[in-house]
């Protein structure tokens, strides 16, 4: 998780990671920024992120990606 | 009681829509040529009827016709009077009026330029009385036009705001009850009681004339509505004389493959009906004078001397047909 | 034929109206369906209803083939689909570019364009791709189907549906409600107003200006503002006409706009203008190419010889790059719309990779990025970006928008009244009524980029002052209105 937040924050700082439950729905991540920061999470993860897990309700709180990461790694 | 409520205001909104339109076509809406003339041709019956354009409007005198050929005549010609207006000018003459043979003048430029003016075709519709004919020219016209020209014929006139008293009195005089030509003697130029358009030979406008490139291919249209013509003239067993007036020397020789294109076009669309076709612009007349000083501009509308000159001829050569 | 601005297209929406609230509520969506086609037939002509049919065919056949698991469904169909665009929108364009470049001698022949061929194509390219990745379950019937993809109102010119929302209104039964009457109609009305004030206005003095024989084409700049205000009336304003038309008979249809000139941003612009075409590019397009295997390792080259922060956005930059490549060709079969694609592109590409930077600098600076002012000069940078733009949107050659952008840069004071100086009063004329209605727009816009709901304002005063309303915005029309006997939409052409 720790190592979540740090990239969530190096891709895009204006965010609060703990709080927020609307980062997709409320714009705070944009398009080009969801995508970097999928880029970075299958790197780092070594995971396969694919279009069908693409909707908000995998990326609207840091929670959930990681509950997305926890998946995707089974 | 409820969906009275409801259509109320509707209703009311209808009711006001009509009114100011009504009081806007009153006060914008001038008294033209059309408006005579769809008179004339619905309540009287003439053995030869011309139709056309601006061209055949000052060009042909009926009087003179008629005394030459012994018919009577009428000159319904007008300017923007496209090939679908003459079809449905003829289409209500027929219904009660039928005239006995159809001069019918042919401007090449009226085929070529495919830009009807859809707001002078809403006066030729709005002048004619009711009739099954006055629905189906409304319909033709109507329905792929601005549904602001169809609903409010006033916004052709809008800018014309210092017209408003006079179009208001002459709707008020005795000439707006009777059908007069009065209003329409400017002192230039007059329009008689035959139809003819008489232009004082003083009048001279130097502007070259505006022909577009001549391309049938484009105007498929306005080629479709004139076979429209000549088919229902043939239905209705009228004959026709088709007529293109004489223009300017000057004009012909700038324009010479312009005026041989359409004279082939009207040529091959004449010999297709078994129409005979008289052109006295593409190669001119030996028996008429065509030096600029007959015309009051470039184009061809002709001086009224010269026009009586060119209904001579023209009944001569009718008088052998 | 059967414009929006017609008397026929009037008449045309009054009978589908009066007899799908008539009709039981089973039956409203066959109704729908019929004058959908009898719209086609009428406005496009006999012969293109078969390109209708056929993309409407093809595409039903696909869903129940790709739903079923066969693999193959998806590329032949969308080959099928995407290739009778191609062949009838880009085959001239690819013969003239091979003639050039290889000297061949290929003949280019007349293609006519099916209406609304642009935006029937990436409306059922979407379902097809939203049945394979189960958004939404395929439509087994043929003609529940063929309403959603010819629903006349959009058919023209957009906004480009998508199955699973617009499905939810399409095919329920609707009752009459006065409310939603009332708010369809002051939507298609503010359509008009667009469309006759400023539009058709502004036309004149794009055409004039943009002409490539023009004498005038050192007055770029204010040609791009005019074609600003001229483009986003007319398709802002055919838009409204749209949603206004499926709102009466109770349908919603996607916004496609969303006040495009506050944007802060080529990105934020994008969506705002013309959004359906970008949540469209974004879904089908830009999503799945980046998540794609080639582009997955093409980052990790990036990552290895860019650093990580460069490495994790070039995919994304690529892929952005190549979608509006995408965007720039669905305008045209054109260099000049390839080019104003590909500027767009790399914009918003270069301003990712450098998103980093941007945000060292403006720290360093001192600048608040989140006060009224950086908010205002990000609007006004936006503009000047977008409206640069417009020299190739509008030119007809890339030789043309760039000799205009240089002469721009040398452009002297003018007088309104070049485009007709025979008649310079009504020159000034029209000119105050293009102003006047921007500043209108500008009005409304501020009040709905504030959320607030102005129909609903409108409906709340008293049922005399609407009449009056009603009747004086009517004879505006009329009296102040632009009128020609095409009042044809730009859109329409796609």
């Known amino acids: ?74 | 009681m409820r969906i009275f409520k409801r259509l109320c205001p509707a209703a009311v909104f209808l009711i006001l829509f009509v009114l100011i339109n009504f009081l806007l076509n009153d006060a914008l809406i001038p008294y033209q040529y059309p408006r005579v003339k769809i008179h004339t041709i619905e309540t009287q019956t003439f053995d030869d009827l011309v139709v056309g354009t601006s061209h055949s409007f000052s060009a042909i005198n009926p009087e003179i016709l008629s005394s030459s050929t012994g018919r009577s005549c009428y000159n319904a010609s007008v300017g923007s009077q496209f090939p679908r207006d003459t079809l449905y000018l003829l289409m209500d003459a027929c219904r009660s009026h039928r005239p006995g043979r159809i001069i019918l003048e042919y401007d090449p430029a009226y085929l070529v330029d495919a830009d009807r003016a859809f707001v002078n075709e809403r006066y030729f519709v709005q002048c004619m009385a009711p009739s099954f004919v006055k629905l189906k020219y409304f319909t033709d016209c109507a329905l792929d036009s601005d549904f602001r020209v169809a609903l409010m014929p006033w916004i052709g006139h809008r800018g014309e705001l210092n017209g408003i008293r006079r179009n208001l009195q002459i709707k008020k005089s005795d000439a707006w009850k009777k059908y007069g030509i009065e209003p329409f003697d400017d002192g230039r130029q007059r329009m008689t009681q035959q139809g003819q358009m008489r232009i004082a030979s003083s009048e001279f406008n130097p502007a070259p004339p505006d022909l577009n490139q001549f391309s049938p291919d484009e105007i498929q249209d306005n080629l479709d509505d004139l076979n429209r013509v000549l088919r229902f003239c043939n239905r209705e067993g009228i004959p026709v004389v088709i007529v293109t007036t004489p223009i300017p020397a000057e004009t012909r020789d700038a324009h010479t493959d312009y005026y041989e294109a359409a004279h082939k076009l009207m040529e091959d669309i004449a010999a297709s009906h078994d129409i005979t076709f008289l052109d006295y612009a593409w190669k001119g007349d030996s028996r008429l004078d065509d030096a600029t000083e007959n015309y009051s501009d470039l184009e061809g509308h002709m001086h009224e001397e010269a026009a009586d000159r060119f209904s001579a001829v023209l009944a001569a050569d009718l008088n052998t047909l | ?494």
Not at chain 3, 136 to 159: D, H, T, W
Not at chain 3, 207 to 214: G, H, K, L
Not at chain 3, 329 to 342: D, S, T
């Open chain 3, 1 to 494: 034929m059967l414009s929006f601005v017609s008397l026929g297209f009037i008449l045309f929406f009054l009978l589908c109206f009066a007899g799908y609230y008539l009709l039981p509520g089973k039956m409203q969506w066959i109704w729908l369906l019929a004058f959908s086609w009898l719209y086609y037939l009428l406005a496009a002509g006999p012969g293109l209803i078969i390109f209708l049919i056929y993309s409407t065919a093809v595409t039903w056949c696909g869903g129940l083939f790709a739903e079923r698991g066969f693999k193959a469904a998806v590329p032949v169909t969308l080959l099928l689909d995407f290739g009778m665009l191609a062949a009838l929108k880009y085959t001239n364009f690819l013969v003239l570019n091979l003639n050039t470049i290889f000297g061949t001698h290929l003949s280019i022949r007349t293609l006519f364009l099916p209406l609304g061929i642009s935006f029937y194509t990436f409306q059922t390219a979407g379902y097809l791709l939203d049945v394979t990745w189960k958004r939404c379950k395929a439509e087994r019937n043929f003609f529940r189907y063929a309403l959603f993809v010819s629903f006349f109102p959009q058919i023209m010119q957009g906004p480009i549906g998508r199955y699973d929302r617009l499905s939810s209104s399409l095919y329920t039964a609707h009752s009459f409600d006065v409310n939603r009457f009332q708010r369809g109609l002051i939507r298609i009305l503010w359509g008009f107003f667009k469309k006759m004030l400023i539009a058709d206005y502004a036309a004149q003095y794009v055409n004039t200006i943009f002409d490539p024989a023009s004498a005038f084409y050192a007055y770029g700049i204010f040609g791009v503002l005019m074609y600003s205000a001229e483009l986003y009336a007319d398709f802002s304003g055919g838009i409204d006409i749209v949603l206004g038309a499926a709102e009466i008979l109770g349908i919603t249809l996607d916004e496609n706009f969303r006040q495009p000139f506050f944007a802060t941003s080529i990105t934020d612009f994008w969506h705002r203008w013309h959004i359906t075409l970008g949540t469209w590019m974004k879904d089908y397009l830009f999503i799945p190419l980046t998540l794609s295997t080639w582009m997955g390792r093409f980052g990790k080259w990036c990552r290895k010889h860019l650093g990580k922060t460069t490495g994790r956005a070039m995919p994304v930059c690529v892929a952005n790059i190549i979608v509006f490549l995408v965007v720039g060709i669905w305008h045209g079969p054109a260099w000049h719309f390839i080019v104003y694609g590909l500027y767009n592109g790399l914009i918003i590409a270069v301003s990712g990779l450098l998103a980093k930077p941007y945000r060292t600098w403006k720290k360093a600076l001192h600048i608040n990025d989140k006060s009224n002012a950086f908010h205002l000069f990000q609007i006004i940078r936006t503009f000047i970006l977008v409206n640069i733009s417009w020299y190739f949107d509008c030119s007809e050659t890339l030789g043309q928008a760039f000799r205009m952008m240089r002469a721009s840069l040398h452009a002297p004071f003018f007088s309104v009244t070049f485009v007709n100086p025979e008649a310079p009063g009504q020159c000034l004329l029209h000119f105050a009524t293009i102003l006047s209605g921007c500043a209108v727009v500008f009005l409304i816009s501020i009040l709905r980029e504030r959320n607030i709901d102005v129909r609903g304002r409108i409906l709340s005063l008293p049922v005399s002052s609407r009449v009056v309303l009603l009747l004086m915005f009517v004879f505006i029309l009329g009296m102040l209105g632009c009128y020609n006997d095409f009042g044809g939409f730009i859109y329409a052409n796609f």
């Open chain 1, 1 to 74: 998780m720790e190592q979540l937040l740090e990239i969530l924050e190096d891709i895009q700082p204006d965010a609060d990671y703990e709080t927020c439950t609307t980062l997709i729905d409320d714009g705070f991540l944009s398009s080009f920024e969801l995508l970097s920061l999928v880029s970075e999470l299958e790197e780092t993860y070594e995971i396969r992120i694919t279009p069908v897990d693409l909707i908000p309700s995998n990326f609207n709180s840091a929670q959930a990606i990681y509950d997305l990461i926890q998946r995707l790694q089974k």
